[in-house]
T-cell receptor, first 109, second 113 residues
């Protein structure tokens, strides 16, 4: 079983749609949680950290459920510029980042 | 400013060449990282430096040799690489090792011929 699992997609949605990505992780001792986005042939860019209380940044909302070892990302009012691969990232007890394989999002006009 | 810079952007090298990748950050971060990313795969950790000392080596072959000359700079020396080492090499930094967000540089796209 992979340490961090994500649906690879692609999710193909129209502009303005709401889309949700899910991620599960296997190590209950994981320390911190993040969502990164990566555009084709570019570096990963930090989108947001994920806290147990949930957090929101504009159109983006992240949730963490430690009991179920589950992380989610909700994007509201999708824009064309949101098209990218979204990486679920977990920090393990050795302070190493463990990346999911990514979920590809395509937002169409 | 969350900027990590990397040079060169692209590098083509033969299997007998020696080259170096460079990474720089001026955010006062004390942890720096090297990752390797193959196409359509997530980044894989190679090395971690914490306070200029090598903290983690993920069993990387010795043909990759990291160096941290000071708190702002991180190098990756390459020697006798194989074609399968062709990949995007990403540098990242964070305020400290653990518990903090990592910020990535734009990467060096390496092709070994």
């Amino acid at each position: 079983r992979k340490e961090v699992e994500q649906d690879p997609g692609p999710f193909n949605v129209p502009e303005g749609a709401t889309v949700a990505f899910n991620c599960t992780y296997s190590n209950s001792a994981s320390q911190s949680f993040f969502w990164y986005r990566q555009d084709c042939r570019k570096e990963p860019k930090l989108l947001m950290s994920v806290y147990s209380s949930g957090n929101e940044d504009g159109r983006f909302t992240a949730q963490l459920n430690r009991a179920s070892q589950y992380i989610s990302l909700l994007i509201r009012d999708s824009k064309l510029s949101d098209s990218a691969t979204y990486l679920c990232v977990v920090m393990d007890s050795s302070y190493k980042l463990i990346f999911g394989s990514g979920t590809r999002l395509l937002v169409r006009p | 400013d969350t900027e990590v810079t990397q040079t060169p952007k692209h590098l083509v090298m033969g299997m007998t060449n020696k080259k170096s990748l460079k990474c720089e950050q001026h955010m006062g971060h004390r942890a720096m990282y090297w990752y390797k990313q193959k196409a359509k795969k997530p980044p894989e950790l190679m090395f971690v430096y914490s306070y200029e000392k090598l903290s983690i080596n993920e069993s990387v072959p010795s043909r990759f040799s990291p160096e941290c000359p000071n708190s702002s700079l991180l190098n990756l020396h390459l020697h006798a690489l194989q074609p399968e080492d062709s990949a995007l090499y990403l540098c990242a930094s964070s305020t400290s090792q653990g518990g903090d967000e990592q910020y990535f540089g734009p990467g060096t796209r390496l092709t070994v011929t």
